[in-house]
């Protein structure tokens, strides 16, 4: 092959190289890096530059797979969304943990950083008298309020088993693709409108006795 060729199939990879440093959202930043790493493999081939090519044909497989990981999050957080209640896809970037029956996970008004997905157990909202049980995604309204103050609280009802994620890091994967923001976000606005469409068909408390007199 001539020479000019090898040269540019070297400068086409530092460009894929360059150009997926900068990249700020993932899936174009791993596409971009996959085809790096094929003109970097190739441009070692043909210019006999071994451990660049051993390099690259290395990071060629964790580019495709971290590429897939990415797809199948987004696809399956936009089946979710249609969905509403199936919060499963989750679960791989969270943290198990167990708390007993009582533990607060969280009280209305405080600071939050987490957001909770139960995989046994029922958890109580006191603010809304209801009962969260397996599947069921708290918290992460607080992701989106101002300084991340809780609108409800959350004690368990039941010994409870749950996964759990810090708003860092759901922010991280929000950050990664705006498409799974977007769902992210969606989700968060159904359930809020669920609070509110319940809270609105409750009858109003009746008024106090007037006290004698």
Known sequence: MPP?????????????????????????????AVFACLFGFAYGYLSHAYPSMAVSIALLPLNLWRLKELRRLIADSGAS?????D???????????????????????????????????????PEHDAIVGAGGLLGEIGLLTE????????????????????????????????????????????????NLQKGASEPPAPAAAPAPI
């Open 4 to 32: 000019y060729l090898t040269e540019a199939t070297g400068w086409i990879a530092c460009v894929l190289e360059v150009y997926a440093f900068q990249e700020k959202t993932m899936i174009p930043l791993r596409v971009a």
């Open 81 to 85: 969304a249609i969905r509403q209640s």
């Open 87 to 125: 919060y499963e896809w989750l679960r791989p970037f969270m943290h198990c943990a167990d708390f007993p029956a009582g533990h607060v996970l969280f009280r209305k008004g405080e600071v939050g950083s987490e957001a909770f997905l139960v995989g046994a157990g029922d958890v109580r909202i």
């Open 147 to 194: 300084g991340h103050v809780r609108t409800a609280s959350a004690i368990c009802r039941t010994d409870v088993r749950a996964w759990k994620i810090s708003f860092a890091e759901l922010e991280q994967l929000c950050l990664q693709d705006p498409q799974f923001c977007l769902h992210i976000a969606r989700i968060i606005v159904q359930r809020y409108q669920a």
